[in-house]
């Protein structure tokens, strides 16, 4: 473990005005880093004059927290060296330039899938002396050692003081490590789940719980009715292939078993495959093996992956993370004595987006209100479904339909945040990078999109060679149009996570409310989910009203990291309650005071 001090002697440092007071400048600036394993343990101090530096936050700090040890800042080596890697702002770097090294490979590994355009302590990273289980480097053989560490730090330092945008790039790796922080806490404390109340929701939806391998009670019994509608005794209803072939067998002419289209066909088999399809989705992804495997002791611990996807928001590697089903949101329930507090950001990316291009009129449809209803009031369109509807055409590209119709008013009313999106659009079909407002820069085009320009542009190119270009192109188009602004509301969420982590900490301890919380968040709030742009906070029902507060103001602070003075506005849904479907149903919006940091 790497220890690089906050500042020197401890004396506040100037920051500049877009990044926190603790972003992490040059080396020389913020004096020697040093080995831990080097040196006395008297020397590192008080944990919060200095920042940790470590390989990666996943492999090391969930030790630390089994250990009761919370940390108070890092620098995530593994996801930083990914971000300075591509980003535009650093092309010229040796970093971005040097041959793929450990770091390269650490942070492939912890990416999942390939890049789709839609889309404890002294011996801490010391890999020549083994770790209390006998393994060197701790949990990989080839985790880079302390050595390595102080090399790609330096690096890094170099690679953000020589770049285009170094203050934007200090608070994106600020951020970025921050979040790392929080979903090893969130997966340390798990969210509170009421098995007992999941198991009701399934026996009522499903019937009893079933031995294993057989299905439950209602679904065995639409198996049977579905089978008899189709005259296929045999049939297996979890065989997409199979059940196709059994409802064209019946002169249905169905071309897939997508819900939408099942809908519009007339036939007995419809009613009993519809709703066995959607048993079936409950049973397989949160029925009673899912409540064994990730709940086990009560709390749900998904694992997050932090920057999972390409434009910077989290994945999930396990656990299905990526969203509490509505059936099963009274499952979610605080410990007796605590509540959660819940909260989601109002139609974050049109408000990014409008942040982005500083277009004031857009900013106003938003302030004090839904921003779609903003739209209507300003007489661009007359509804609110059409406003929504034109407003993720111009965001994700939509050229058909409602989203067609109505993005030319759009374009009119507010030609700064639609000329900003109709830009990147243009820069991906070229085949150009684009970036967030912080750096984080998007991919290049894949083999295939370059050979499929190439084709068309062989003068014996046929018109299919040349449609598929066309189709690829406006393919690339569309997903560097979102991925400036995806990416920009993933940093302003990794901005609102940091802000309000360490609010929620400074709030102390409640020894009258310790709850079933592990050390170290025993008695405090803390946070216990986030997806994109919401978070839950599980925290002692006497701070509820301060949680939420602290939630609403570290949005509005988010919003100023990022926009400066711009009169943007972040307001919030925030619910407060004993379970996490009542929070939601509570839900009022609120924002803080405009222009305060």
């Given amino acids: 473990m790497l220890a690089r001090p906050a500042s020197p002697a401890g004396a506040p440092r100037a920051a500049p005005p877009d990044a926190p007071a603790d972003a992490p400048g040059p080396a020389g600036s913020v004096g020697p880093v040093v080995s831990v394993r080097s040196v006395p343990d008297a020397v590192v101090g008080h944990e919060r004059a200095v920042r940790w530096v470590w390989a990666d936050t996943a492999s090391w700090y969930p030790r630390l927290l089994q250990d009761g040890t919370r940390v108070e800042r890092c620098l995530d080596l593994r996801l930083t060296h990914r971000i300075l890697r591509t980003s535009a702002a650093t092309a010229g770097s040796a ?16 990416v999942p899938g390939p890049v789709r ?57 600020v951020g970025e490590s921050a979040g790392a922080l929080a979903a090893a806490e969130m997966q340390h404390t798990g969210l509170p789940w009421d098995v007992a109340t999941h198991d009701a929701v399934l026996t009522d939806l499903l019937g009893p719980r079933p031995p294993r391998g057989e299905r439950p009670a209602l679904m065995a019994d639409l198996a049977a009715r579905l089978r008899t509608a189709l005259d296929a005794p045999l049939l297996n209803p979890d065989s997409l292939p199979d059940v196709l072939r059994a409802l064209r067998r019946q002169g249905l002419p169905v071309t897939s078993t997508r819900s939408w289209e099942l809908r519009e066909v007339d036939h007995p088999a419809i009613a009993p495959l519809l709703a066995y399809k959607k048993l079936s989705r409950l049973h397989s992804a949160n029925g009673w093996t899912w409540l064994d495997q990730w709940v086990p002791d009560g709390r749900f611990r998904p694992e997050y ?11 999930s590697s396990g656990g299905g993370a990526q969203q509490i089903p509505r059936l099963l949101r009274s499952a979610v329930r605080a410990d007796p004595g605590w509540r959660l507090v819940v909260a989601d950001a109002a139609q974050l990316e049109p408000r990014v987006l409008a942040g982005l291009a500083h277009d004031e009129r857009m900013a106003a449809a938003g302030a004090g209100k839904d921003l779609y209803a903003g739209i209507v009031e300003s007489g661009v369109v007359p509804e609110r479904a059409l406003a929504k509807v034109g407003m993720l055409g111009a965001l994700y590209g939509g050229t058909t339909g409602a989203s067609a119709s109505v993005l030319p008013r759009l374009l009119q009313a507010y030609p700064r945040a639609t000329g900003l999106v109709e830009e990147a659009a243009r820069a991906g079909e070229r085949g150009e990078v684009v970036s967030t407002l912080l750096g984080r820069s998007s991919p290049r085009p894949d083999a295939a999109w370059a050979q499929a320009q190439a084709d068309a542009l062989d003068p014996e190119a046929n018109e299919g060679a040349q449609s598929r270009a066309r189709a690829r192109t406006r393919a690339w188009g569309r997903f560097t149009r979102n991925f400036v602004v995806q990416g920009t509301a993933a940093e302003w969420a990794l901005c ?12 102390g301890v409640d020894d009258d409310a310790p709850g079933l919380v592990r050390p170290p968040f025993q008695g405090r709030p803390h946070l216990v989910y986030f997806l994109h742009d919401e978070l839950v906070v599980h ?11 602290a939630v ?27 379970t996490y479907d009542a929070a939601k149903e509570s839900a009022e919006l609120r924002q803080g005071p405009a222009g305060r940091v």
């Avoid at 509005?556 to 925030?574: C, K, M, N, Q, Y």
Wanted: contains cysteine; glycine residues 12%; charged residues 25%.
């Fill in 539 to 549: 925290c002692p029902a006497r701070h509820a009203g301060a949680v939420a507060d």
């Fill in 496 to 507: 609102w996570i940091a802000e309000l982590r360490r609010s929620l900490w400074a709030m």
């Fill in 552 to 578: 609403v103001d570290a949005a509005t602070t988010a919003g100023r990291r990022l926009f400066g003075d711009f009169p943007i506005e972040f307001p919030l849904s925030v619910g407060t309650a004993a």
């Fill in 117 to 173: 355009p839609d889309g404890r302590q002294d011996t801490l990273f010391d890999a020549d002396e083994p770790d209390e289980h006998g393994a060197a480097g701790g949990s990989d053989d080839a985790a880079p050692g302390v050595d390595a560490c102080e090399r790609e730090l330096a690096a890094q330092d170099a690679a953000v003081t020589g770049s285009t945008a170094p203050h934007r790039l200090r608070l994106l790796l």
């Fill in 305 to 315: 992956v932090v920057g999972g996807v390409v434009t910077g928001r989290w994945g």
């Fill in 95 to 110: 970093l971005a330039r040097d041959v793929p090294g450990p770091f390269d490979l650490a942070a492939a590994a912890a």
